[in-house]
C-alpha cells in the first residue's frame, strides 16, 4: 500500500497532493504492480507489439493482398500495444490490493483519490510510452507503413496523449473491478472489444452503426486515429482537432473512473467484495 497520510495537525489530515503523487509513483511498482517485473516490461514493450502485428499483418495480407492494408493493420496495432500496460496493469492493481489485504486501509486513508490513482498509473504511462514507440518501429521499418517528414513531433505528441488517455481508461475499468472477484476478465473484455471496434484493423466506418458508436466511446479510437494522420503528415489543423478529441477522452476517463471509484466504494463496503479476491 502506498498511500501516504500525515500524523499531525489539522492540516495533516490530508497528505499532499504532489508527495501522494510521488510516492505511490515511486512505491507502486513495488506493491500494487508488483507484477511488472523486468522480463514481464521488456516481453510488453519488445515481444508483445511485434507478434501481434505480424498476426494481424498475415491476415491482413492473405484477406486483401494489398500493400496498404498490411501498413494500416501494423500502425492500428503498434497503437493498441498500449492497452496491455494501461488496462491490465494498472485495473489489476485492484486485485493486488485484494490479495494483499491493503485496500481496506487504502480506502480509509485521507489522501486525494486523484493524486493516488494518477500516481499509480506514471509507471504504466511510461512503459506505454515505450511500447507503442517499439511497435511504431517495427510498423515503419518492418511492415513499411508511412513516415512522413517533419512526423516525428507529431507523433510523439500523439503516443503521449494516447498513453495519457489509455491508462484513464485503465483506471475507469480498475474503479468497476473493485466490486467484481477479479478484473482479468473485465480487462481481456476491453482489451479484444477494442481491436474489434477501434478502427485498428479496418475503419469504424464500417461496422455497423451501433458498433461505431461503441467505438466512439473508448479512447483507443482517438488514439488510433491521431496516431495513423501524424504518421501520414496530416495538417495542424486536423491534427489539433484529433489530439483535442484524445485528451478529452483521457479527461472524460478520469473523471468517470475518480466517480466509478467513489460508488463502488460504498457498494464494495456495502456487500464485503471489498476484501474477496
Known amino acids: 500500500m502506498a498511500a501516504v497520510v500525515a500524523s499531525s495537525g489539522p492540516l495533516a489530515n490530508r497528505a499532499s497532493f504532489w508527495r501522494t503523487l510521488w510516492v505511490n509513483a ?3 511498482p513495488r506493491t500494487s504492480l508488483g507484477f511488472m517485473r523486468l522480463d514481464f516490461v521488456l516481453g510488453t514493450v519488445f515481444i508483445i507489439p511485434f507478434t501481434q502485428m505480424l498476426f494481424f499483418a498475415y491476415v491482413a495480407n492473405l484477406a486483401n493482398n494489398v500493400a496498404n492494408s498490411v501498413a494500416y493493420v501494423a500502425v492500428g496495432n503498434a ?3 498500449v492497452t496491455y500496460s494501461s488496462i491490465f496493469s494498472v485495473c489489476q492493481t485492484t486485485d493486488s490490493e485484494k490479495n494483499n489485504g491493503t485496500m481496506e486501509h487504502l480506502l480509509v486513508s485521507p489522501t486525494s483519490r486523484f493524486a493516488l490513482y494518477f500516481g499509480r498509473g506514471l509507471i ?3 512503459v506505454s510510452l515505450a511500447t507503442v ?3 511504431l518501429t517495427y510498423a515503419v521499418y518492418v511492415f513499411g507503413a508511412p513516415f512522413a517528414p517533419g512526423a516525428a513531433g507529431p507523433v510523439a505528441i500523439s ?6 488517455s489509455m491508462v484513464g481508461f485503465g483506471l475507469l475499468l480498475g474503479g468497476v473491478a473493485l466490486y467484481l472477484r477479479t ?3 473485465l480487462g481481456n473484455i476491453f482489451l479484444f472489444l477494442g481491436l474489434l471496434v477501434s478502427g485498428t484493423n479496418f475503419p469504424v466506418a464500417n461496422l455497423p452503426l451501433p458498433l461505431q458508436f461503441l467505438g466512439y466511446g473508448l479512447p483507443l479510437t482517438y488514439a488510433v486515429s491521431a496516431v495513423r494522420a501524424s504518421l501520414a503528415g496530416a495538417p495542424l489543423s486536423t491534427l489539433g482537432l484529433l489530439w483535442g478529441e484524445l485528451a478529452l477522452a483521457g479527461l472524460v476517463s478520469y473523471a468517470i473512473a475518480i466517480l466509478l471509484w467513489k460508488v463502488f466504494e460504498r457498494r464494495a463496503l456495502a456487500t464485503g467484495s471489498i476484501a474477496r479476491f
Open 133 to 135: 514507440a517499439v511497435g
Open 26 to 28: 515511486i512505491f507502486a
Open 159 to 164: 503516443v503521449v496523449l494516447a498513453a495519457f
Open 183 to 185: 478484473s482479468i476478465i
Open 124 to 126: 504504466p504511462i511510461l
Open 79 to 81: 497503437v493498441a500495444t
